[in-house]
C-alpha cells in the first residue's frame, strides 16, 4: 500500500525545487513505487530536497548491479573457456585472430604474516602509516 502522505510531502518538495506539478508528482509516485525515501532538511530556514543526489546514488546502485552482474558472467565465460582448455590438455590454442594463454606462472611474494611472527620489532619499524577515504552508499 502507497503512502499518499509522503508522496504529497515528497511532491510539494519537488515543487520548490523548481518541478512542474506534473512531473513532481510522477517524480514522487515512483519514488513512493520504489520505496524511496526522500527527507527533507531544514537548512537557514529553507527546506531542501536533492533530488538530483537521490538520482544519482539510484543511478550508481543500478550501475554496481549491472557490474556485479557483468563480472559473473566474464567470470562464468572464462572458466567454461579454461575448462575446455584443461579438457584438451592445451597451454595455447589459436581461434580465429585470438590466441588463448592458460600457463602456469610462478611468482615470489614477500611472506609479512611470517615475517611479523619472528621480527615483530624489525616489522613494526618498517611500517608506513597512510589514509585514504572510503566510499560507502547504504540504504
Given at each position: 500500500?502507497?503512502?499518499?502522505?509522503?508522496?504529497?510531502?515528497?511532491?510539494?518538495?519537488?515543487?520548490?525545487?523548481?518541478?512542474?506539478?506534473?512531473?513532481?508528482?510522477?517524480?514522487?509516485?515512483?519514488?513512493?513505487?520504489?520505496?524511496?525515501?526522500?527527507?527533507?532538511?531544514?537548512?537557514?530556514?529553507?527546506?531542501?530536497?536533492?533530488?538530483?543526489?537521490?538520482?544519482?546514488?539510484?543511478?550508481?546502485?543500478?550501475?554496481?548491479?549491472?557490474?556485479?552482474?557483468?563480472?559473473?558472467?566474464v567470470s562464468e565465460i572464462k572458466t567454461n573457456i579454461t575448462a575446455e582448455m584443461e579438457a584438451q590438455?592445451?597451454?595455447?590454442?589459436?581461434?580465429?585472430?585470438?590466441?588463448?594463454?592458460?600457463?602456469?606462472?610462478?611468482?615470489?611474494?614477500?611472506?609479512?604474516?611470517?615475517?611479523?611472527?619472528?621480527?615483530?620489532?624489525?616489522?613494526?619499524?618498517?611500517?608506513?602509516?597512510?589514509?585514504?577515504?572510503?566510499?560507502?552508499?547504504?540504504?
Open positions: 500500500m502507497y503512502d499518499k502522505a509522503n508522496v504529497c510531502r515528497t511532491a510539494n518538495g519537488l515543487i520548490k525545487e523548481g518541478y512542474t506539478r506534473s512531473d513532481a508528482f510522477k517524480t514522487a509516485w515512483q519514488l513512493e513505487k520504489n520505496n524511496v525515501r526522500v527527507r527533507s532538511s531544514k537548512k537557514d530556514g529553507e527546506s531542501t530536497l536533492n533530488i538530483q543526489l537521490l538520482a544519482k546514488v539510484k543511478e550508481y546502485k543500478e550501475l554496481q548491479k549491472m557490474i556485479e552482474e557483468l563480472e559473473n558472467k590438455q592445451a597451454q595455447e590454442i589459436s581461434v580465429d585472430i585470438f590466441k588463448i594463454k592458460y600457463i602456469d606462472v610462478v611468482s615470489k611474494r614477500f611472506n609479512t604474516t611470517e615475517f611479523k611472527q619472528t621480527h615483530t620489532d624489525l616489522y613494526e619499524q618498517y611500517l608506513k602509516e597512510s589514509t585514504c577515504k572510503r566510499f560507502t552508499i547504504t540504504a
